[in-house]
């Protein structure tokens, strides 16, 4: 096992003390931030669970814990040494070292407070990826990606934030991750990209677009609406954490990170609104919902060192990007169910391009020029040179991510194909692969409809017992204990023989 670094590199930098060193508070704030940002993995799954039929919100769920428990092993053993490992053979392409993360008492606190803030980042990023394969993925072919997948994330990763990272050297800038996370499609700039690929290898879903390419209505939009106020709590942890402590001079930026990422979310919020009143005079559910996360997502890449207005005109053009992606993925009849690269390509996008036109950087931190490394956007008299670097590192992260996500996906489908196959897609992952008969579908009449139209379920589907649901329960409770009063008429109107002659069997 190898130590740990005692953190990762922070770049905020106090002249009026005499170390910059990280300490007991740093530490405390970094771990606490980490758990809020863990409480985002609930926030993904109801969003996703609620955009998706009702038939497959189960086994949305389950592929978020296959993101975690999967994703997390293997940074822990491997991720975390390839995105921050400086021992000998590290490169500015990736890092050599701390393999099976472990640490010596004198920097025990620290080290794992690093390691536990990263991996709530990567673990985060990797979900995101699995709400554009919704509703049609093969779950056993998913795990192994799932596992495989932190990869896409920890190298570019790694050319950012370590600092011997060849964008880092740069002087690229992304404070939370809208390159990093989002763009990627792992936290989000690299999650939105992977998630690209991974929607338009997978194809649409059965039927998807036969009747146009209208949004499908939502399967439970209540639990979108509460996904995404879990998604918005743990954001303001993703952000405000990424100062990476609140001792010399970081606890402003975490202020400002936090009226900054509001900020970003009201403006997309709003644009969402408008544009939901002036094209159909409703609210809708689901446009307004991923407008206010493509706000947090544009604003992530710079939260520390943008300004609140600024934040406001980011968020804007977040939801904007995010508009106008969305029908243009469905005319090209690539499936998202979730949005998820509307909203984390095209918010990744416009964040980490903002960086390199809104930052203000902070002369009197030195003597490295505090979060921003002494650099100004653009638009703050800095020049060209951050917005160039900050082009060049959407190309590279955007690249890097596309192209390993396809290769993962395609050598997974020669071992086990990563599409179900159409039956299963028909009734549901949930009751075919997680065992669960949903109330409000009569499973037993669209298989009997299904062998009609000359199906051979056999050959695809392994036969289950017989599931029982809540319902039969309740049914089967009314006939044992409630005997002397069957004869009443909204009793007769209940039960049904075969549910109570069945249960239990």
Known sequence: MSTAPELAPSNVYNPDVSSAEPTSDDATWILTSAFVIFTMQTGFGLLESGACAKKNEVNILMKNVADVVLGGLFYWAIGYGLQFGDDEGHTGWYGAGYWFLDSDDDHMGPSFASFIFQLSFCTTATTIVSGSMAE???????????????????????????????????????????????????????GGV???????????????????????????????VVGTFALWWGWLGFNCGSTFGVSHNKWQFAERAAVTTLNGSFAGGLIALIYCFITNGRAEVSPILNGILAGLVA????????QPFDSFIIGSLGCIANTLIAPFLDSLRIDDPVGAVAVHAGGGIVGALCVGLFTVGEPYISPNGGLTRGQSGLFKGGGFHLFGVQCLAVISVSLWSGITTWMLLATIDKVIPIRMCIEEEILGADLWIHNIRHEYYDFDAIIAEMR????????????????????????????????????NHWIKKLVHKDSIDNFGK
């Open 136 to 190: 049609r993925t093969n779950y056993n072919a998913y795990i192994l990606f799932s596992l495989l997948n932190t990869i896409v994330y920890c190298i570019p990763a790694g050319w950012i934030w370590r600092d011997t990272g060849w964008l880092y050297k740069m002087g690229c800038l992304d404070f939370a991750g809208s390159a990093c996370v989002h763009l990627i499609g792992q936290a989000t700039l690299e």
């Open 452 to 487: 009609r139209e000359g199906m051979d379920l056999e050959e695809h589907i392994q036969p289950h017992k017989a599931q029982k649901t809540s319902l039969d329960f309740n049914l089967f409770i009314i006939d044992k204990f409630l005997t002397k009063r069957r004869g």
């Open 299 to 306: 604003v992530t890449s710079g939260a520390g060192f943008f």
């Open 194 to 224: 992977s998630a690209l690929v991974a929607a338009y290898m997978l194809k649409p879903r059965v039927k998807r677009y036969e009747k146009g390419t209208d949004p499908l209505p939502m399967g439970n939009p209540v639990n979108a």
